[in-house]
């Protein structure tokens, strides 16, 4: 069997996740410029949310975290994986065809649940409309994960990372469609472009099922629709799910406690939701890439028993990751103001909701390596099937989010929030780190990586100084309208000389094991 080339994979994965994210972010400011913060734009924010928030319970989360290491591991022998894939993908739509069509029906029940403030308002109503015409959007991109996951195990990387742009780029197309003609402020005309985009949900998903769907058969995993059938395997494969479900469930939850605690002063789950996008960013790119391919390639090479694979995979995985994140935490915590005020700082967005975001942007940036690292640790105990271990560390951060958000807020405000996310994030990892001792050699980290992170540290700090200091300098070019982007991309560009100039002196990495990693 061919093997996973991890970093080529992690390389292609990282920039149709980036693109991703930027087609995403221009999604973003063409719905607040035709939309604004009105009732249209709220009530489509929710209806969309809710297939988003059960997606992550039933495939990003839950079944693909037990179907990918199971389906890699039949790959791997042999041992008619084509069966097994097709089994799963009957089994998870047939349970999500059920569940949509609850969903449907209950849709005010969860838009209450979701928004409870809506209630009695005009953006309960259009969220519940919204709501029944995105929601079988959770079932179409279930699927496409599941084919996704089929495509990872298999070392094709491209069109299960390129499917999420076709979700922003038909919302821009919808929004495209509807908005330009007429007074998009309208009430009729902002109607119009929330019914739009509403549908836009469930097109979008077809869509990127269609692109899996047609890869995975050029792959030689045609997987059709039929009658579900309860195989034992499928029972095992529900068993290894369900913690992992309750994992997702508990990181859900944390969510939902910072948006409560931000709800209590005015202003404050916008700064998050502000800062949230850009921490993102790289979150995205860097943990989203290095956990979809190291997850499959772990899986096979432990079938295979490579432990000593297995382990270089493991390290190279963390130490390309961390190269890349830290000097980005670093660039957040060092220039949050002239991030935030370039990016938003228009309109209605003032030099306060500036100040208040930045700080936000900050502690995120504090607690950006350990979201990353969760990426690298999380596959060693996926691969092995222990999805029981994972849960019972997420529900001791849960706890400590809790405790830290909620106690915290009457001392420090909305802050604690972030402050709560970021250290459970931290004591996430140290949990990990723990359990990880028991699987050997394997979940250790080596003497490569030891060496380099510490001069990795300080190349990012010797960067940080010197964006701080670039930034004071250049604090009058991000007040003129017509020079702010420009002294952004350039103070951008001085941190990336800086820390890749300084990381190669101080052997932090080397350029050229870029281009021989891109061969692996």
Do not use: C
């Not at 047939?94 to 005010?108: A, E, H, R, S």
């Not at 409870?116 to 709501?131: H, K």
């Not at 038909?170 to 985009?197: K, M, R, Y």
Request: proline share 4%; no cysteine; aromatic share 10%.
């Amino acid at each position: 069997m061919k093997p996973i080339r991890l970093m080529a994979g992690f390389f292609t994965v990282g920039i149709w996740t980036l693109l991703s994210r930027v087609v995403g972010f221009v999604r973003d400011i063409m719905i607040a410029a035709y939309l604004g913060t009105g009732p249209v734009a709220e009530a489509f924010l929710v209806a969309f949310s809710l297939p988003n928030l059960f997606r992550r319970f039933f495939a990003e989360g839950a079944f693909n975290m037990a179907f990918v290491p199971m389906f890699s591991k039949k790959v791997e022998a042999g041992e008619d994986a084509r069966r097994f894939a097709q089994d799963a993908f009957v089994g998870l739509a047939g349970v999500l065809t059920v569940f949509t069509v609850i969903g449907v029906i209950f849709m005010p029940a969860l838009v209450t649940l979701m928004a409870s403030g809506f209630l009695g308002t005009e953006r309960f109503d259009l969220a519940v409309y919204y709501g029944r015409i995105a929601f079988p959007y959770i079932l179409f991109i279930s699927l496409t994960a599941l084919m996704s996951g089929v495509l990872n195990a298999v070392g094709r990387f491209t069109a299960a990372a390129a499917a999420p742009v076709l979700l922003n780029v038909i919302f821009i197309v919808a929004l495209i469609i509807t908005g330009v003609t007429g007074d998009h402020t309208a009430p009729e005309a902002q109607s119009t472009i929330g019914q739009s985009l509403a549908f836009a949900v469930p097109i979008a998903g077809l869509a990127q099922l269609a692109l899996v769907w047609v890869a995975a058969k050029r792959a030689g995993y045609a997987l059709r629709p039929g009658m579900p059938k309860l195989t034992p395997e499928l029972k095992r494969l529900a068993v290894i799910a369900a913690p992992a479900a309750l994992a997702g469930g508990v990181v859900q939850i944390n969510l939902l406690v910072g948006r409560q605690v931000a709800s209590f002063f005015e202003g404050a789950v916008a700064w998050l939701n502000y800062a949230d996008r850009l921490y993102q960013l790289p979150l995205g790119v860097v943990g989203i890439a290095i956990g979809v391919v190291l997850l499959p390639d772990l899986s096979r090479r432990l079938r295979a028993g490579d432990d000593a694979g297995g382990q270089d995979a493991f390290n190279r995985a963390s130490e390309i990751s961390l190269a890349l994140t830290i000097p980005a935490s670093v660039a957040l915590m060092a220039i949050p103001i002239p991030l935030v005020s370039v990016l938003f700082e228009r309109g209605a967005f003032t030099s306060d909701d500036t100040a208040a975001t930045a700080l936000v942007v900050a502690v995120y940036g504090l607690g950006l390596p350990a979201f990353v690292l969760q990426k690298t640790l999380q596959p060693l105990f996926f691969a092995r099937e222990d999805t029981k271990r994972p849960f019972y560390y997420a529900l001791a951060a849960m706890v400590l989010n809790a405790a830290l958000a909620i106690g915290l807020s009457p001392q420090i405000g909305f802050i604690a929030a972030a402050i709560g996310t970021s250290l459970t994030g931290w004591a996430m990892v140290v949990m990990l780190m723990r359990g990880a001792r028991t699987m050997g050699d394997a979940g250790k980290f080596d003497a490569r990586f030891k060496k380099r992170l510490g001069r990795i540290i300080l190349s990012a700090l010797a960067m940080g100084a010197i964006l701080f200091a670039s930034a004071t300098v250049m604090t009058p070019f991000f007040g003129i309208a017509t020079l702010r982007y420009l002294a952004l991309l350039v103070l951008v560009l001085i941190g990336m000389v800086s820390y890749f100039g300084i990381g190669h002196l101080l052997g932090a990495f080397k350029l050229s094991e870029f281009k021989r990693n891109l061969r692996r």
